[in-house]
C-alpha cells in the first residue's frame, strides 16, 4: 500500500508553523508497515488543493489529508474533495445536531453547517475534541482520511477512528500496543530494543513524545487473538529489556500511573514548586478523577514565599535556593502544611538567566512520604525554559512513580 | 515569483526529522516577498525525486531542494537535475581541488568525487560548513537552489550565497504583522473583518491558536516604507472594528503583555486558582522575566484548602464552591496572603463530572486589584477537561489584562 500525506494551511507556507503532524503520521505510517512516498504541504487555494489531491489519486492507495476542515472561508479540503470527486456536499442531519448541540446557548455562526457536510463517498469520523469531524472517503480502490490540523485532534482521530476503519476496511486487523518508557532518552531506548526494532510482523519503533518515550509494537493478524499473541512476546522481550523504566501502556501518563496507586492507597498528595510554576500541579490535574488524591500545590516563585509556606530560611540561606536541600525542604513543608501523605518539591532554573550562581537547566527535585525522602536531579543540559520545566515536572512525576512503586530506597 | 520547496530524505518519510528546514525557507521567503505555493518531501529514489521535480518545473519559477547532496548512493539530488534537464554531470577542477583539500591526509573516497561535479546550466554555491556544495540552476526561465539537508550547512548558503544571486530577480519586499486577539472565536473575528479578508495587497487572514485568535496582515511592496503604510491603514481599520479584543502584536502572549504592564508599574501578582489547577501559574511564569511580578500561586484544590489560604468558609458554604463570590474571594484572599497588588481566583467545573451541581464547563473568574474587582465567566459550553482549562487560562488573563488597561470597572 503507497501513502501519501497532505497537510493543508498557508500558515505551513509562510513558516508560521511546522508540519509537525507530517512527521506523526510518518511515524505511525511506518509502525503499520505501510510505505509513505510522498508528504506535501499546500496553502488554503482550492485550486492548489485540488491540483495535489488529484497527482495523489493517481499515484497512492492511501490520502490522509490534514487541516482546512474549519468552519472559515479559507478552510476548503472539503470543496477539494468534493469538487475533485464530483460529488455534492450535503448537510448530513445527524452531524448537524451534534455541531448545534456543541454551541447550545450560543448562536451558531450559519457558515459553521459546512462542518456537518458529507459527500456520497464519505463517511464521518467523529471527533470529540472538536467541531470538525473527519472524513472517511472510499473511492476507486483509493481510501482517503482527512482530518484536523489541530494536532491533539488529528492524533485521537488518527489513532481510535481512522486505523480501525483502514484494518477493517484492508481485511486484516491491526493491533498496537504502546509501552510508556520514563527516563532514558529516545536513542538509548532505540540502541536497547536494536534486535526488536528490524523486526516486521510485530513492528516496533520508538516515538519522543512530550512526556514519555514510547515504544509501539505493531502486529497485523486476521484474528484478534492472533495479533494479541504477537505482541505479547514482543512485549515481553522489551519489558526484559527495558525494566523499570517502563511506566503504563497505551493511554497511560505519569499522571494517570501515580494518581490511580495513591487513590487505591487512599493517599494524597501535594506539591511545592518554583522551577515548574504551576506546571506540576497543572499535570497532576489534568488526570481526570485527580481530586481524590491531589489536595493543592504552592507555587513558590519568591523565596519569602517558600519561607512563608514552612521552609526553614537557614536552609536557603546555607544551601541556597537552588539545591536539594531546599527541594527537601520544600517537600516536607508542603506535606505538613496541607496535611497529605506525599509531597513533592522542585527548585531549581528554568532560565533563559542563570539563577544563584546556579546554570539554567540545574534542577533538584525531592519526593517526601511516609517511609522517607527520595531525591533527584535532571539530565544536567542546558535546554530552553519551557522544555526545563518539562523535563522536571516528567523526572518528578516518575520519581513520585518509582518511590510508589517501591523501586526507589527512601531515606 | 511563484516558488517551491523539495525536501529530499527517506528519513522525513520515516518520521525520523521533521522538516523544520522547509519552515525555515518558508519565513525567509516570505520577508522575500516570494509566494511559496508547495512544498513536498520525497523519499531518496531517484525515481520519484525527478517525478516531484518535472512537476515543480512546470508550476514553479524558484525551486529549492535541500538534502541528497552528500556522498552516498542514495544520495540522489545532482543525478535527478541532471537527468531531468538532460544535462551531463562532469567533475569540475576547480571543486575537485577543494574537495580534496578538505581530505588533507587522509584518502579520499572516490565516491566522494561527485560532490565536485556540475552541469552545464549549474554554478556551485560554495560551503564552507560541509563537504557538499551547493548548486545554482538557471534553466528556461526557472532558478533551481539545491543545497545540503544539514540545517546549519543550509541556512549559512541560503542567506549568503543564494539569496544575493537570486535579489537581481527578486522585485520587492513583502512585511507581516499579527494582530493578537482574545474574547472572539476565529469564525466571529472573520466575519467582523469580512471586508477586509477579501483585498489582495495587503492580505488578512485569521488563525485559530491555543491562546489566542491571530490575524495576519501581510504586504507586497517595492520599499519597506510602502509595505508599512501599507500594513498601517488595514491594521487601523482592524482596530477599529476588533477594538479591546486585540490585545497585543506579533510575539506577545497575554502572559507577556500583562507581565509588561505590571512591571512597568512595579506591581505584583499571585493567583488561587481550583479548576485550572496549576496552568494559570505555569502559563503566567511561561514568561520569561515572571519572577518580577509573579511572587507565587496557590492550587487550592479541596475547599479546606481554599478556606486554608483564607477564603471564608461561610462563602463557600452560601454560594458554593463553584460561584463568582467564591471566585472573588478567593482573588481577595490570595493578594492579603502573599501580600501582592493584583489576584486572580478561578474556580469552576473542568469535567468529566458536573461538581456541586454545576455543568462541566462552569467557570467563574474574579480579579482583585488596588481599584476593586472586576469578574468574567467563560464561555459556558461543555468542552474537554484539557480545553476548559485552557479556556480559563486565557479567559482570566484577558481579564486582568483589561483591567491593567483600564477598560473594565472594578467594583
Known sequence: MRAEIISCGTELLLGHITDTNATYLAQSLAGLGVDLFHVSQVGDNQERVVGTLSRAFERSDLIIMTGGLGPTEDDVTRESISALLGEEMRVDPVLEAELRARFKGREMPERNLKQATLIPSAQALPNPRGSAPGWFVHKDNTYLVAMPGVPHEMFRMWEEEAIPLLAAHLGGTIFTRLLRVSGLGESTVEERLQDLIHATNPTVATYAKQDAVDVRISAKATTAEEAERLISEVELKARGILGDHIFGIDKDTLASVTGSLLQARQQTLSVMESLTGGQLASTITDFKTSSSHFIGGVVSYSTDLKVQFGVPRETIERYGVVSEETAIAMAKAVCAQLGTNFGIGITGVAGPEELDGKPVGTMYIAVAGPNGVVTGMGPGWRASRSDNKR????????????????????K
Chains 1, 2 share one sequence.
Open 391 to 410: 523535563i522536571a515536572v516528567n523526572t518528578a512525576l516518575n520519581l513520585l512513580r518509582l518511590y510508589l512503586e517501591g523501586r526507589v530506597r527512601p
